[in-house]
């Protein structure tokens, strides 16, 4: 079925699709994972392979097929279309460096956006066999189960993981300085992984940095429907122009508490 108005989607249908196109995407990952690959790299010196563009013009195209009216963004090829309205966005392979070095723990991540707005999304694990989705009214799932972030509110007894490490030794080392001496548990990760197990409540809090839009849309879209939280280091809610550092918290309290820890000015 072709939708050509965009006016009234039904979220329903627009998860199903996402989950649809997020199980073909887990095909083609899993078929060339740990197979001789070719690897590239950007300007901004992040890799990408011929696999991470295979998977983003499969989708785009069944995207265009059933949604001609609506603008895409992909990763690898940019914009096609119009942004404003209604928006695809894609990110093929969340975590190119763990897939070419056979690690498992990389995503593929679709969102739908509305007037600059994440209404619907999936965080899909192609090798763990995991689909998360969620949508504005609907409730979020692993895998067609009902899940929910926890009910931490305590800082001090939080489970934490903070991505991009490197990245904050050398972008802000204070800020990391002050995460290392908070949380029960705490752990170094990467890619979209931590923000799949905040929302089914697993742990409570992320830490991320220097994301783009086709990283942090579905995230938002999945753990927002789970009922966590997920912003800016300044607390202000993420659309097309946002900065890329991301706070994702269980509860509004430890949300708060994060948002206060990395202010620079409150410690100055």
């Not at 196109?21 to 083609?28: N, Q």
């Not at 942004?83 to 070095?101: A, E, K, M």
């Not at 659309?239 to 949300?255: I, R």
Request: proline share 4%; hydrophobic share 40%; with cysteine.
């Amino acid at each position: 079925m072709i939708m050509t108005s965009s006016d009234d989607y039904d979220y329903t249908q627009v998860l199903s699709d996402c989950e649809t196109w997020a199980e073909e995407a887990a095909v083609l990952a899993r078929q060339y994972f740990r197979q001789p690959t070719k690897v590239d790299f950007k300007e901004d010196e992040s890799p990408v392979t011929v696999i991470d563009q295979l998977i983003e013009n499969e989708i785009k195209n069944a995207i265009s097929l059933k949604y001609p009216d609506d603008g895409i963004l992909g990763e690898e090829s940019g914009i096609k279309g119009e942004i404003d309205d209604n928006l695809w966005v894609i990110d093929p392979i969340d975590g190119t460096r763990s897939f070419v070095s056979g690690n498992p723990l990389f995503g593929f991540l679709l969102a739908f956006v509305k007037s600059g707005v994440p209404v619907a999304g999936v965080i899909s694990m192609p090798m763990l066999n995991e689909i998360y989705s969620g949508a504005v009214g609907l409730s979020a799932t692993c895998n067609g189960k009902p899940i929910k972030v926890s009910n931490q509110t305590s800082l001090d007894e939080c489970v934490l993981y903070i991505n991009e490490g490197e990245k904050l030794v050398a972008g802000h080392p204070e800020k990391l300085s002050r995460l290392l001496k908070v949380g029960k548990v705490r752990r170094f990760s990467y890619d979209c992984y931590p923000h799949a197990l905040l929302a089914q409540g697993q742990i409570d809090a992320v830490i991320d940095y220097d994301l783009k839009p086709y990283d942090y849309f579905s995230l938002s879209a999945v753990i927002e429907a789970a009922g966590g939280i997920v912003t800016d280091w300044k607390g202000k809610k993420l659309d097309m122009n946002s900065k890329g550092d991301v706070v994702s918290a269980a509860t509004p309290e430890l949300h708060k508490a994060l948002i206060d820890l990395l202010d620079i000015l409150k410690f100055n």
